[in-house]
């Protein structure tokens, strides 16, 4: 939750080979926790190919145990992580799951409606999408499950940016940052969605620059590779569009070259789809870009996103 996540991982690596030697059935649930937690830090440390086949063998083993708790983890865990690859598709295959499991663990039943929600509006369906995300909003508050709230607001706040509300949009947003201080792998997501949002609004460039390097920061701070790399293809795409295209390929070009691992999912293949178009740019609109080479004044106003 701190977002510390190379500490975190050196931690589930130790847990999962305690599971591995107990092999202690009372431990059913405890071990698809570790295991899956272990595959979503993989993930966000940058290395989605290691984590796709992790969450595999944890749905696989999940799916196996007679305690139905420890297969509703394994799904709950399944939902989160394609939420985060952006595979809708298995994030409302893990709801349907979830779904049947609520009637004997009526807990996952907000869960199911939070992921059919944030799936349904990443696939266009945004006015059902977001009937479920307020009615899975509603079950987490009643039961108490605060950290979730911040994932139904932030789906919330997509679907208000898809109407062009963009003002009520940057209003929940902030909200799910306050939220996301307790909850930090959520941080930098929030973060960038409230550049992309600030963006479109047409705010300041400076006002914008600040944003998409705070949720840059955040994430390195995190040594969240993979948040790192969602929000510089943001930032680059943003940059592109002021004319800024040397400045975008350097920024972008260097953390998508940190992969080696994972190159067909949504956002690798987003950042080297831009990363081809940057490198077409002709040489004289190239010579013509500046960066903004004040650190001074964006450490400072970066200072209290850290």
Known sequence: MQGQYLDANRHLEQARRYFE?????????????????????????????????????????????????????AHFW??????????????????EALRRLAARHPVWASFADLFTGEALTA?????????????AFATCKEMGHTKFLT????????FLAGQGRIDEALALVSDALSDAEGYARLKSPALRLRADLLAQSRADASEVDVAYRAAIYCARGQGAKFHELQASTSYAQWLNS?????????????????????????????????????????????????????????????????
């Not at 369906?125 to 307020?134: H, K, M, P, W």
């Open 21 to 73: 030697e107990s092999n202690s059935g009372e431990l059913a649930w405890i071990e698809v926790d570790a295991d899956a937690s272990a595959a979503v830090v993989a993930l966000l440390l940058g290395f989605p190919e290691r984590a796709r086949q992790q969450m595999r063998e944890v749905l696989h083993r999940g799916n196996a145990h007679q305690d139905s708790y420890a297969v509703g983890l």
């Open 78 to 95: 399944g939902g989160i992580f394609c939420g985060l690859i952006r595979d809708t598709q298995g994030a409302l295959e893990h709801a």
């Open 151 to 158: 994932l139904a607001k932030l789906g919330e706040t997509e």
């Open 123 to 135: 696939q266009g369906n945004s006015s059902e999408g977001v009937d479920y995300l307020r009615k």
């Open 242 to 306: 002021l004319g800024r295209s040397v400045e975008a390929q350097t920024l972008l070009a260097e953390i998508y070259g940190w992969f080696t691992e994972g190159f067909d999912t949504p956002a690798l293949s987003e950042a080297k789809a831009l990363l081809d178009e940057l490198n077409t740019k002709p040489n004289a609109l190239r010579r013509s870009n500046k960066v903004d080479r004040n650190e001074s004044r964006m450490k400072g106003a970066l200072r209290k996103y850290r």
